[in-house]
């Protein structure tokens, strides 16, 4: 998902060019909901493993935080409601870089389950523009490295290679367990 929201908002962050050093572009995510079976639980590392309604299985750290995590067992169903955004900023010419991140877990009152938040900001420079394809790449903290397509050329070619730009991905998880049947 993160994905395809960071095409879209790079597509909207070089139409938007032009007011460089104001400029900030929130792109809302969808709301998905899907369940799960718990396949797995690894308590020493406190990884979940579950099955994905699709059949592929995919691994899920559970934090300290998590209280209910000791309570699971396999056959489990977890339901899980996910819900990204994220928010570009063009960075004015000498403004700091940024690489921070934040995490926090609120259990339901009374219930079988808990909010998970998870924000992380990072500085992106423009290492690449391809005004042929159109596409553009951007490379930062801990080797991380970007390329999507633009739709508007004319758009492209108002960003130049070098330009930085913070991006912003919040994402909140709200699980519910179901006991197993």
């Known amino acids: 998902m993160k994905t395809v929201c960071l095409s879209v908002a790079v597509a909207t962050l070089v139409t938007a060019a032009p007011a460089f050093a104001q400029m900030t572009k929130t792109i809302t995510g969808e709301t998905k909901t899907v369940t799960t079976t718990v396949e797995a639980i690894d308590h020493g590392r406190r990884v979940v493993t579950a099955k994905k309604p699709d059949g592929t299985y995919e691994d899920f750290y559970v934090p300290p935080s998590f209280k209910r995590f000791d309570t ?103 699980l519910s367990l179901e006991d197993a049947k």
């Open 72 to 174: 699971l067992k396999i056959g489990d169903k977890v339901t899980a409601k996910y819900y990204e955004n994220i928010v570009l900023q063009l960075k004015a010419a000498g403004a700091p870089n940024v690489d921070k991140g934040s995490a926090a877990v609120t259990p339901s009152a009374g219930a079988k389950g808990a909010t998970a938040a998870h924000q992380r900001t990072i500085t992106a420079t423009i290492t690449a523009i391809d005004p042929k394809v159109p596409s553009i790449t951007f490379s930062g903290p801990n080797d991380w490295k970007y390329s999507t397509k633009v739709e508007d050329k004319a758009a492209l070619a108002k960003v130049k290679v070098g330009d930085k730009v913070d991006i912003t991905w919040t994402d909140a998880l709200i």
